[in-house]
């Protein structure tokens, strides 16, 4: 058996899981010379260390010793034993110091586990000799708007979002990559607006194109395609973690889930702005004026997953909430208000009182089911007038001829045998085997043909009943019910009630919204969710849009201005450019909040623009690119490899919207279910070409394709997905039926009797890299084919499946420059 | 290694592929593809392979290095099998109050079923075990039994989640995700994470009870067949041989090295040309493991396998052995797969179902302790039996002999991997109906799974959703030190 190898990089490759960041923090800090002048940062350098080596005993839920650093006044205020830990610009008085350092072990600080590091030791010090100032968290004060830097190149001083860049480059020593190059950047365009690669032509006619508005308005083009909507709402579908059943033992499906994602697309395409769209989402059913795509909206509230047997039913309806608010918090505030479900939040100010608080803004959100009933509260009726009263009349007269013919068959049974009589007042069926028997033999003749009369009518109105078109209905939050009082729930437990709360929304968005909401309606909703909506997307909201134009970054550029696009809250990563985040904000709410705006805002700068070439200078200063000296690469994400695939060989199904379909699953993945094949249908050909956003999502079976390539699991929202690399992908790159046949259709799609080898290569790469093969490609393409025919006799056609094959597996046809 | 902001914790998920590969790689990726003639020009660039299965340093020096986990689907009855009551002998059929909770809901009372096997004692420490293991009884000397388990859900498919991922909610990482997020993988050509379903189908929910949750993919359980090619889109279609997909893979890597070659410093591209040559060892390495051709006859006539009844089992067993000895670090068999009697979910007929259970498992087992302490392995080797809770000691219905879930007591047992043998902790009330001394949770059972692998529950941690993650929850929890020798 091998040994357990270890090598020096032990402490950063375990650093991730946070218990050992200090560790990585500390090797770091190595590597760096601390200088003395630097002005400590209390949020980032500070607190951490509070928090991760004092808040057990001396934060928000002990206070030994009369001490809590969790707040400035308890910090810096006289401790039980007379000392104070906290001293500004006097270190010497500072009683926290002379305890981390002490090696008595009865003074020590913290007085088990790991000592501070002499780095931390340092950090504390110079804070306090700095004058101990005691910040708040960036997120947590309002945007601001920065004059736009004054940069000396004019190239950059043009989009505003450049000269921010610009600046801080330019403050490092940095300069900003070249333009770059046409082809890269229609490929980069058409694959961040779309998820799909512009051909070979289109890249041609595009370096053609010297109109200096050129690109602006291919981009103009992209933001038109339906296929915009396709990409874009991909995105917000991981965010809110969008699946189509339930997960657990049944995994049953929910219908109607599609028009949710179709409803997420359209908005997309249609610009909705992004203030409407939240507004929808969250009280779809509480606004003005109610349609029937404000309560497709409301599917937002159905997306989670759902126990149908719960062994705790009380603490699974809080579970089920909790699911909703960790959601709506983390997408739409990036807060992770969550952390506060059982306790205070130990590094955020967010007191346990706010997570119920806030949790009472859906107290009217009913359960997704019951296993009596698994419909009702989901599933929206929203047919037309039109059809509604063609259901109501056919009601009617289904109760008219009913009504009818009873009266005919009293008049017979009146006159039957007392046990029949009494047959007759059992259950329908036994009813009916007594009328089918014998009613004839008490009738007249009049009231005889009357009765086959009205059985006929009854026959046409049965018939009319089954030909009227299906009532139309949406999934979503069909069913709300009377708010009940919340409670803070100790240690998070329903069953240990503690404070009553009303609703509100957290302290840390300031003293106004500590008030008890006011509600509009009493009647029919609480409007409860309706006063969150318009909360979240006030013009004053802290967090709403600085979180939104920060995924609308990320989206283009790989990661967002805070990397940690879901957690804005201190134990996020801070900002990179925080001016440029605040100016992108206010700008996106002066532009109404639309999307496409800030696309053309953000693509038609520079920064967008530049290459992704690597230089030794840049990376020698700032490698992991925080500054954006250049465009990061990126590897393709699942849906698009899917889809590039099936677009190069030209049999994708570009229909946009719809019900899901199945890609054909391969038995040995079928079997790991324990009803092999149950909950997943069969789709037609043309439906299995269609784009991957229209594949059903089924919690229990994901498609193997798309998970691995990082497709996320759908339980929990996903604010970026992974982009691994690992031989699962190239396993199935290389072996999987779905990648033969599409290799053996782009195959098909040449006329290999007319083309020589060369011209098959050329081709190929024409199709699936949209540019020309160079001569030593082509010289290796037949070589590879020759050599494949001559020493394994296949054929032709074959060996040219097997040569497209390949191609399909280059990194350049999997990553964008 | 090119982290350099200092911050708390917050990695991306991005930056978190960087740091768990970082490091491992720039020398074996380099000296990988020095030997197959690749990097040219882009050979000065600090290539890093993104591998987040390279092996890592546990907390402390572990006893256990692989971890063989014997999944009873459906809930073995604890009082038919390990669980001893004496006093139920010839109370069958009488009615009792006592408190039971499963899918037939919450109950006072009702008929015992007494249990249907004979107990006797085993080993130097006397263990009591039921007639239904006789093969495993040979054993309880090198056995921890855990007889006071506890579960938060008597559900299948919540109670699945719970034994695989610590929450009855689904979305959490596996068990094996856990080890191998934490440990990496010994042998890079094969996967770290291994499950063998039982021929009759995937336990309810399914990859659920294997995936890899809010963590990367890389971290989720391979379903391994025992037919056919193992792993999902390991073997070529027909017609391709290995040598023909060499030839393939060569063109393949060549376009790559020329692509990378004008992308100097990009890591990402020299990451995916080193995970194309991982996928061609691994076709060779993974059917090379399930290829039982080179055991003798006599190791499979111990597991079984020349017996239509312990075939398939043994066969697993066998498997799960020779994947740790490949370095695999956690392997999942389940005993029992689908619905109803196909696994160990008893509601019928009591007898008809653990006989045909117990009847497939207990000499392919048996087999597995033995094998292992024959090879010197089972010091190493964590071997895990039991399934996601227990049985009711009363009737289900008003008649048969069908017992419903019980998730207030019942047995697993450990052995291996430094757990002491011969040893009982914990009991349940005189019938078996709830844990009464020491009751353990299943956090405890999985808190002492890492103990033993070296890790510490309380600090192996992911930070998701604002959160260090932890498989045993925000609570410290103490490993089962009294089963730890």
């Known amino acids: 058996m091998p040994s357990y190898p270890i090598t020096k990089w032990f402490g950063l490759a375990f650093a991730i899981g946070s218990s050992w960041a200090l560790n990585a923090q500390d090797i770091n800090a190595q590597d760096q010379d601390i200088n003395a002048q630097d002005v400590v940062d209390f949020v980032q350098d500070v607190k951490p260390i509070l928090a991760k080596h004092c808040y057990a005993c001396h934060g928000p839920d002990d206070a030994e010793g009369g001490l809590n650093f969790s707040t400035q006044e308890t910090a810096f205020a006289e401790a039980d034993s007379g000392a104070f830990a906290i001293v500004p610009n006097d270190a010497s008085a500072s009683e926290i110091l002379a305890r981390v350092i002490s090696s008595d072990e009865f003074d020590r600080m913290p007085p088990e586990g790991d000592r501070l590091s002499e780095r931390q030791v340092n950090t504390l010090r110079r804070w306090i000799e700095q004058g101990a100032a005691w910040d708040e968290h960036w997120a947590f004060k309002p945007m601001r708007e920065s004059p736009l830097p004054k940069v000396s190149d004019p190239a950059w001083a043009t989009n505003p979002i450049d000269a921010f860049i610009y600046d801080s480059l330019n403050s490092a020593g940095l300069r900003p990559n070249e333009p770059s190059k046409r082809s890269d950047l229609l490929r980069r365009a058409f694959y961040d607006l779309t998820g799909l690669p512009p051909t070979a032509e289109q890249i041609q006619e595009f370096e053609a194109d010297t109109d200096q508005d050129a690109l602006m308005q291919q981009v103009e083009q992209l933001l038109q395609s339906p296929h915009y909507g396709e990409r874009w709402g991909r995105h917000w579908l991981d965010l809110v973690r969008y699946a189509e059943t339930n997960s657990y033992e049944r995994d049953g499906a929910k219908p109607n889930a599609w028009k949710y994602r179709d409803y997420v697309i359209r908005s997309f395409n249609q610009d909705k702005p992004y203030d409407q769209f939240i507004a929808e989402q969250l009280a779809g059913d509480e606004l003005d004026e109610v349609t029937k795509e404000s309560l497709t909206a409301t599917g937002y509230y159905r997306l989670g997953i759902w126990d149908d047997e719960p062994a705790d039913p009380l603490l699974a309806v809080y579970d089920e909430l909790d699911d909703i608010l960790t959601t709506t918090s983390q997408v739409m505030l990036g807060l992770t208000i969550n952390c506060a479900r059982c306790h205070d939040h130990k590094i955020d100010p967010i007191p346990q009182k706010d997570y119920y608080s806030l949790l009472s803004m859906f107290a009217d959100v009913t359960s997704w089911g019951h296993r009596g009933n698994q419909r009702i509260n989901n599933q929206i009726d929203v047919s037309s007038d039109e059809l509604n009263a063609r259901y109501q009349a056919n009601d009617q007269a289904k109760r008219e001829v009913d009504s009818a013919m009873r009266e005919i068959e009293q008049v017979g049974i009146a006159k039957m045998s007392a046990p029949d009589q009494r047959a007759t007042e059992g259950p329908p069926k036994q009813r009916q085997e007594v009328l089918n028997g014998k009613l004839q033999d008490h009738l007249d003749e009049e009231q005889r043909a009357r009765y086959e009369e009205l059985k006929k009518e009854k026959q046409r109105v049965e018939e009319e009943s089954k030909s009227l078109p299906p009532r139309e209905m949406v999934m979503g939050l069909a069913q709300t019910q009377e708010p009940k009082q919340m409670f803070v729930l100790q240690r998070g437990s329903p069953h240990v009630p503690g404070d009553p709360v009303e609703p509100r929304f957290p302290e840390i968005f300031g003293s106004e919204s500590v008030q008890p909401v006011a509600f509009e309606s009493e009647s029919e909703s609480a409007g409860r969710r309706r006063a969150l909506a318009e909360w979240i997307t006030s013009k004053d909201n802290l967090l709403a849009a600085r979180v939104a134009v920060n995924r609308i970054w990320q989206f283009h550029f790989g990661r967002g201005i805070v990397r940690s696009a879901n957690n804005f809250g201190q134990l996020g990563t801070p900002p990179t450019h925080p001016e440029l985040l605040d100016w992108l904000a206010l700008k996106f709410i002066d532009l109404d909040w639309s999307f496409k705006e800030m696309h053309r805002l953000i693509m038609s700068s520079r920064t967008y623009q530049m290459s992704s070439q690597i230089r030794e200078d840049a990376v020698a200063v700032d490698p992991n690119n925080d500054l954006f000296w250049k465009y990061d690469s990126r590897r393709l994400s699942a849906e698009e490899i899917r889809d590039s695939i099936l677009f190069t060989n030209g049999s994708l199904n570009e229909n946009v919207y719809g019900p899901s379909f199945y890609p054909q699953l391969s038995r040995e993945v079928l079997a790991g279910q324990s009803r092999p094949g149950s909950g997943w249908g069969q789709s037609s050909e043309a439906d299995q070409n269609r784009r991957s956003v229209y594949i059903h999502v089924k919690r229990s079976l994901l498609t193997p394709l798309l998970t691995a390539f990082d497709f996320p699991d759908p339980d929990l929202t996903c604010e970026e997905r992974f982009i691994t690399l690992q031989p699962a992908q190239s396993l199935a790159l290389l072996n999987s039926e779905f990648v033969h046949q599409q290799a053996g259709r782009l195959a098909g799609s040449m006329s290999l009797d007319k083309m020589d080898d060369g011209e098959v290569v050329r081709q190929a790469i024409h199709l699936v890299l949209s540019r020309d093969a160079t001569a030593q490609e082509v010289k290796r393409g037949c070589e590879l084919m020759d050599e494949l025919r001559a020493e394994y006799s296949i054929t032709r056609e074959r060996a040219v499946e097997l040569f497209c094959l390949s191609v399909l597996n280059w990194n350049e046809f999997l990553f964008l420059d | ?485």
């Open chain 2, 1 to 485: 290694m090119s982290q350099k902001r200092p911050n708390f914790c917050g990695r991306t998920r991005r930056e978190f592929i960087w740091q768990t590969g970082g490091g491992f790689g720039a020398a074996a990726l380099s000296s990988m593809l020095g030997q197959d003639g690749f990097f040219t020009e882009a050979s000065g660039s600090d290539a890093v392979n993104l591998n987040p299965l390279a092996p890592k340093p546990p907390h402390f020096a572990p006893k256990a290095k692989s971890v063989i986990f014997l999944f009873m689907y459906g809930g073995p009855s604890h009082i038919d099998t390990f669980d001893y009551k004496p006093s139920m002998n010839g109370m069958d059929g009488k009615t009792v109050e006592v408190k039971t909770f499963g899918r037939g809901g919450h109950r006072k009372g009702g008929r015992i079923v007494e249990p249907r096997w004979k107990f006797k004692q085993h080993g130097e420490c006397g263990k009591w075990v039921s007639s239904l293991f006789p093969n495993v009884a040979k054993h309880v000397d090198d056995i921890a039994f855990l007889n006071s388990m506890t579960a938060d859900s008597p559900i299948h498919g919540s109670a699945m989640l719970m034994m695989n991922s610590g929450k009855v909610l689904s979305g959490s990482p596996a068990l094996g995700s856990w080890v191998n997020y934490g440990l990496g993988s010994e042998n890079e050509n094969l996967p770290g994470f291994v499950v063998m379903l039982d021929p009759s189908g995937g336990p309810i929910s399914g990859a659920k009870n294997w995936s890899s949750g809010y963590m990367p993919a890389t971290y989720q359980g391979t379903v391994f067949r025992t037919n056919g090619a193992p792993i999902l889109n390991l073997a070529p279609p027909e017609g391709i041989s290995l040598e023909m997909q060499r030839k393939l893979l060569d063109s393949i890597q060549e376009a790559n090295t020329t692509h990378l070659s004008r992308r100097a410093g990009n890591d990402d591209l020299a990451s995916r040309i080193a995970s194309y040559e991982l996928a061609y060892k691994m076709q060779s390495t993974a059917p090379e493991a399930v290829d039982l051709s080179t055991e003798d006859e006599r190791t499979l006539s111990l597991y079984g396998i020349d017996r239509e009844e312990t075939k398939d089992f043994g066969t697993r067993c066998l498997l799960a052995r020779r994947l740790v000895q490949r370095g695999v670090r956690f392997i999942q068999l389940y005993s029992g797969g689908a619905h109803n009697d196909d696994n160990w979910d008893a509601h019928g007929d009591l007898e008809l179902n653990h006989n045909r259970h117990a009847g497939r498992t207990d000499l392919p087992i048996a087999a597995l302790l033995s094998d292992l302490k024959q090879r010197g392995m089972l010091d190493e080797t964590l071997v895990v039996w039991g399934g996601e809770f227990g049985r009711q000691p009363t009737a289900e219905y008003a008649k048969g002999s069908g017992r419903d879930h019980n998730s207030y007591g019942f047995t697993m047992w450990m052995a291996g991997g430094g757990i002491k043998g011969g040893v009982s902790f914990g009991t349940t009330d005189e019938l078996g109906s709830s844990a009464v001394e020491n009751p353990l949770h299943v956090k405890h059972l999985h808190a002492t799974v890492l103990n033993q692998l070296g890790m510490n529950p309380n600090q192996l941690s992911y930070f998701f959703g604002g959160l260090d993650q932890k498989l045993v929850g925000v609570e410290e929890v103490e490993p089962i030190h009294e089963i730890i020798a």
